[in-house]
Nanobody
Framework: AQLVESGGGSVQGGGSLKLSCLVA????????ISWFRQAPGKEREGVAH????????YVTDSLKGRFAISRDNDKNTAYLQMNGLKPEDTGMYYC???????????????WGQGTQVSVSS
């Protein structure tokens, strides 16, 4: 299986970006897809998850209202819509496929290569 992210770039504060995660090798609706991010000098953190079958979503509390996760089963792609971007949102964004339990991804089967997001003030 392979995950390929796209959609990153440089934006000014307050702007929006929509990241895509194209999944190859199995159905996006059959696995939990998560977005993570890693800022320079910081640990990787979970951002959002979308659960298999039901498509229920979870966004980490600090990002609720600005970020949203979704998927298109026909395109076998998951998305991360990011609005009201702030400089502190700068970092590398990764999608991952695996097992989600509760509000976190407990087991990662595959990682994407990442896409860079840079937000200027």
């Amino acid at each position: 299986a392979q995950l390929v992210e796209s959609g990153g770039g440089s934006v000014q504060g307050g702007g929006s970006l929509k990241l895509s995660c194209l999944v190859a090798g199995y159905r996006v609706s059959h696995t939990c897809i998560s977005w993570f991010r890693q800022a320079p000098g910081k640990e990787r953190e979970g951002v959002a998850h979308i659960y298999p079958a039901t498509g229920s979503t979870y966004v980490t509390d600090s990002l609720k209202g600005r970020f949203a996760i979704s998927r298109d089963n026909d395109k076998n792609t998951a998305y991360l819509q990011m609005n009201g971007l702030k400089p502190e949102d700068t970092g590398m964004y990764y999608c991952a496929a695996g097992v989600c339990q509760g509000w976190k991804m407990s087991k990662v089967d595959y990682w994407g290569q990442g896409t860079q997001v840079s937000v200027s003030s």
